[in-house]
């Protein structure tokens, strides 16, 4: 018989990590061995993570795919089933089914520098691609990230920030919204398209990342352009609601996309030829 | 000469399926003026005739709520068991030919890549007898599909009113052949079918309006009426967008599906509380696009059997056929 495609493995909370008042990253394994050794992915695919008894969220899958032993997602506190999520403990039992989706053009990017521009929840899916290019250094030139939240409580991943800037030709530059800083702040102050082109990253042969909300994409293509960035070299991942994952359920569909299945990566090229419905 | 089965014969035949433990649904007459798909436990609850029910022979197929599996919390673990499928033979009649026309549409989203068990398991173990249209009313656009009121396109076999309770039986797969062998009489009676309704509009230019003027303000003021309700979506018999979610008490539940709709206003909702269709018109606009134009495009098949049950059943006089027609009849497609 068919496997049933809606089941999920079972996977064992290995650690916790809280980043912000209302963000968590979890650490997971799986329970079944067999499974584990079988399991892999590529940076920029998603899973499906539940709570029994509250339902099933979508997340990007966070780590790198070269750590064979984890995986790891991040959510913010919003509804039912990140409210239960938020009450894991080590040890405990959430369901996961993936990996699904596109990836980021990991080879196609071997030899350019990398842009990776991101807000507020959307560093997880850029940290997956940084931890994997940083595990692959020699392949990959400059590496630049601009990270903006709205205050500095809400910026996630900062150890790991502070650790991609000791690296050797990385640069991190981080920004909170104005207002959203605290005295001894030491980043920047402004908003991640502004921020940006202040920075002045050498834009030759470079390949970006986007990811944030809508409003910080929107005013971050116009400074990527005056850069001589081309849109097809310009990749974001678009966040349409899923249930299925597996393009059954109807609802991610972006112009005649299922972002689910021939997304959630796409250039900003074709993201220009979608209608407006992502 | 043809192969005839009387409405009596039909019941037997019914009464023998059931006799051996298998499932049967088709029409019943719930009310003076209403007729439903229902899945029945004798003969005699069935409407064996060409009819138009208001809802759609999907269910039985793709059930408006499944259990695809149970959990049980233990501990900080949790086993996951498979829940009681049904797999079992099906009989399903079908009022009439666009409801059965819709399987094979169907078919494509729920085979591609990663099989649906749940749907194809059903459409295996179920044989579906269609009674062809003997009349059409003014929500009826099946030509505009290219069917008509004697297609035969997802049925095992075709029955053909030919006067005095009798049915003319087309057989069109082996399980149809299987399910009538020896329960017709040979008879120079000849089936008649409905004279076909006129074709409203061209469904291409349907699709290419919706995929090339994703911005005009026709989805606007042509879908100002429109409730949210997604009475079209669930009584369409190619609607097959759905929702999943657990249902449980204490330690133990099931993951479930139910039957959703691009109509209601959370069904693109993210969480950080931008929609991307965030009115009504862009909902309704969905439903158009998707069937004309996205599925076309995806699977080589318009997502519309011509039914009219979107019609039918809204309340707001909308519908594919008021909307496309609009489309189609010019003033909308001019540069």
Known sequence: MTENIYKPDLMEVMSIRRETADVKSVRLRFRDEARARAFSFRVGQFGIFSAFGYGESVFNICSSSNWRDRIEFCFRRVGRVTEALWDLEEGDTVGFRGPYGNSYPMEEWEGRNLIFLGGGIAMPPIRCAVWYALENRQKYGDITVVYGARTVGDLVFTGELAEWARRDRVRVVQCVDPGGETPDWKGEIGFVPTVFERAQVPAGNAAALVIGPPIMIKNTLPVLDRMGIPPSAVYTSLENRMKCGVGKCGRCNAGSMYVCKEGPVFTMEAVARLPMDY | ?335
């Not at chain 2, 059965?100 to 068990?117: E, G, K, M, S, T």
């Not at chain 2, 797969?173 to 409203?200: I, M």
């Open chain 2, 1 to 335: 000469m043809s192969e005839i089965v009387t409405e009596g014969g039909l019941r037997e035949l019914a009464g023998a399926w059931l006799a051996g433990g298998k499932r049967l649904a088709g029409p019943c007459r719930v009310k003076a003026d209403r007729v439903f798909y229902r899945a029945v436990t004798a003969p005699g609850e069935l409407l064996l005739a060409s009819c138009r029910p208001d809802n759609s022979i999907k269910e039985f197929f793709f059930p408006r709520h499944e259990k695809l599996y149970g959990y049980r919390l233990t501990g900080n673990g949790v086993e996951l068991f498979d829940t009681e499928e049904a797999t079992g033979a099906q009989l399903v009649f079908a009022g009439r030919p666009c409801d059965a026309a819709a399987l094979p549409v169907l078919d494509h989203v729920f085979n591609w890549d990663f099989p649906d068990r749940f749907y194809l398991q059903r459409r295996e173990a179920t044989t579906v007898v269609t009674f062809a249209c003997v009349d059409a009313d003014e929500h009826c656009f099946c030509t505009s599909l290219g069917l008509a009121p004697g297609a035969v396109r997802g049925s095992d076999a075709l029955l053909v009113a030919a006067g005095d309770g009798a049915f003319e039986v087309r057989v069109l797969t082996e399980k149809g052949r299987a399910l009538f062998a020896g329960r017709t009489v040979v008879s120079d009676k000849q089936g008649r079918v409905a004279a076909p309704p006129p074709v409203r509009f061209d469904a291409a230019a349907a699709g290419a309006f919706a995929r090339d003027r994703f911005e005009d303000p026709f989805w606007r003021t042509h879908t100002l009426a429109c409730l949210g309700c997604g009475a079209c979506a669930y009584t369409c018999p190619t609607c097959h967008c759905f929702d999943i979610a657990d249902e449980g008490a204490g330690s133990t539940g099931h993951r479930v599906r139910n039957w959703d709709s691009c109509q209601f206003d959370m069904f693109t909702l993210h969480a950080s509380g931008h929609n991307p269709r965030a009115g009504q018109a862009a909902r309704q606009r969905q439903r158009i696009y998707h069937k004309f134009h996205v599925y076309p495009e995806k699977f080589g098949a318009i997502l519309c059997t011509g039914c009219g049950n979107c019609g039918r059943n809204c309340p707001a006089g909308l519908g594919v056929l008021p909307l496309v027609t609009e489309i189609d009849d010019g003033k909308h497609l001019q540069a």
